[in-house]
């Protein structure tokens, strides 16, 4: 009969069940830090910008993302910013990841509007057992 706040709850499993669990609402400053570090979220998990493997990679972070950064940026230029402690590395890896949880979100109040939460779960589990994407 009133909504249940869970704060400081950040990675994407996390808040998946916590939603399932009947929380409303949650706060999280992961998405920025996490950005700010080097590390982006996708639909395959969370991905270490830092990494070498991403030095010559042409791709997107995730090629399903919509977001400016995944649009316009490679993972090779994000490494190299990042690298290169240029302040737009986190202010993209940012951009990502906010764009990254605003759609999570959605997903789950779709789900839970329509009646199939269980079935975006599976979903959200089985696309993040897939890891990353493999390396060039």
């Keep these: 009969d009133r909504p249940r706040y869970l704060m400081g709850v950040g990675k994407p499993d996390d808040i998946v069940g916590a939603v399932k669990r009947g929380v409303d609402m949650m706060d999280c400053v992961l998405p920025s830090r996490s950005g700010r570090t080097g590390q982006a979220w996708t639909r395959r998990g969370q991905v270490n910008i830092k990494n070498a493997r991403h030095q010559d ?3 997107p972070l995730d090629e ?3 977001c400016p950064a995944c649009r316009n940026y490679s993972r090779a230029y994000l490494h190299h910013v990042f690298r290169a402690q240029e302040m737009i590395s986190g202010m993209l890896l940012t951009w990502h990841n906010l764009h990254y949880y605003q ?3 959605q997903g789950m109040r779709d789900a839970i509007t ?3 939460f269980d079935a975006f779960e599976a979903q959200f589990h089985a696309q993040r057992a897939e890891g990353d994407i493999e390396p060039l």
């Design 57 to 59: 990679d042409p791709r």
């Design 64 to 66: 399903n993302c919509t």
């Design 103 to 105: 759609e999570l979100m």
């Design 114 to 116: 329509g009646g199939r």
